[in-house]
């Protein structure tokens, strides 16, 4: 799943254990591993709220908000 974090594209996706597992995804086209502790017990449903929580000091007049863009 893919989202727009304040103007910041990010991905989560469960890994084979269940868990889930932050990309922070590049200009290029590449990702990187984030260092993003979210619980496991979280519904997709839920994702955006729980980024929203997380990077809100990042927010800014013009990247207000966290959407879902998959």
């Known amino acids: 799943m893919k989202f727009d ?4 594209r990010m991905s989560l996706e469960k890994n084979a254990t269940g868990q889930w597992v932050a990309w922070h ?6 990702r990187q591993r984030m260092e993003l502790a979210v619980p496991d017990e979280l519904s997709e449903n839920e994702l955006a709220q729980y980024l929203f929580d997380v990077f809100h000091e990042e927010a800014s007049p013009w990247n207000g908000d966290v959407t879902r863009i998959d």
């Open 5 to 8: 974090v304040f103007g910041k």
């Open 25 to 30: 995804s590049g200009n290029d086209g590449k």
